[in-house]
């Protein structure tokens, strides 16, 4: 099955600075890629997702890029802001159905005024 | 309209004893998923249902573990003897069908065994 890797697990950065969060995975058949936003003691929300016939997708001050050769994808955050502190978690999954998403162990964000 | 409601939001419950976690998705979903996360951890799959039948319960832990959705819409996750190493966060997520909707998740159960 799917196991996906996500580093590092804890980032700090300084407000306005950029922070970029790495996912590897390992089933080649995965081909939609969503990043959740979790801040504490709520629910994930979905931020961004990407599929395989796309390499970049950005959306504001959010951007993630995929590399299906080297089954890697990264979220990208620039101009950083104090809201931006949460756990992020990557996920993946094959196009089949509604076949379930593997998490990443999840990316500590905190950003320091 | 509403999101994916989760009750309780919270459980205590004595190591030996069953619980129930029930979840209600978004209304028109037909896919519903269940998972655990522990402090610190993602969020790891247990069963995912579309419509009534579960399609994938490969997550659950062992027999102790089991979940129903006998209408499609609200499920009910069920643990029995409950142990220590059951305490954790269940989220329930649901969505519309289509592959790769959307994911949406409910605020989840915190259950701890004690």
């Known amino acids: 099955g799917e196991n996906v890797e996500q580093h590092p697990s804890t980032l700090s950065v300084q407000e306005g600075d950029s922070a970029v969060i790495k996912c590897t995975y390992s089933d080649s058949a995965s081909n939609y890629f969503p990043w959740y936003k979790q801040e504490l003691g709520k629910r994930p929300q979905l931020i961004i997702d990407i599929r395989s016939n796309v390499g970049e997708k950005k959306d504001q001050r959010i951007a993630v890029t995929l590399n299906k050769t080297a089954k890697h994808f990264s979220l990208h955050i620039t101009e950083t802001q104090p809201e931006d502190s949460a756990v992020y978690f990557c996920a993946a999954t094959p196009n089949s159905g509604n076949t379930p998403l593997v998490f990443g162990k999840g990316t500590r964000l905190s950003v320091i005024a | 309209g509403a999101g994916v409601s989760q009750t309780p939001s919270n459980k205590v419950t004595e190591k030996g004893k069953y619980v129930e976690l029930r979840c209600d998705p978004i209304s028109g979903h037909t896919a519903l998923y269940w998972y655990r996360q522990s402090l610190g951890q993602g969020p790891e799959f247990l069963i995912y249902?579309?419509?009534?039948?579960?399609?994938?319960d490969s997550g659950l832990p062992n027999d102790r573990f089991f979940a129903v959705r006998p209408e499609g819409s609200v499920s009910t996750l069920k643990i029995q003897r409950t142990e220590r190493g059951d305490s954790a966060v269940y989220l329930c997520?649901?969505?519309?069908?289509?592959?790769?909707?959307?994911?949406?998740f409910g605020n989840g159960t915190r259950l701890t065994v004690t």
């Open positions: 249902f579309q419509g009534t039948g579960a399609a994938d």
């Open positions: 997520a649901s969505r519309s069908g289509p592959s790769h909707s959307p994911l949406h």
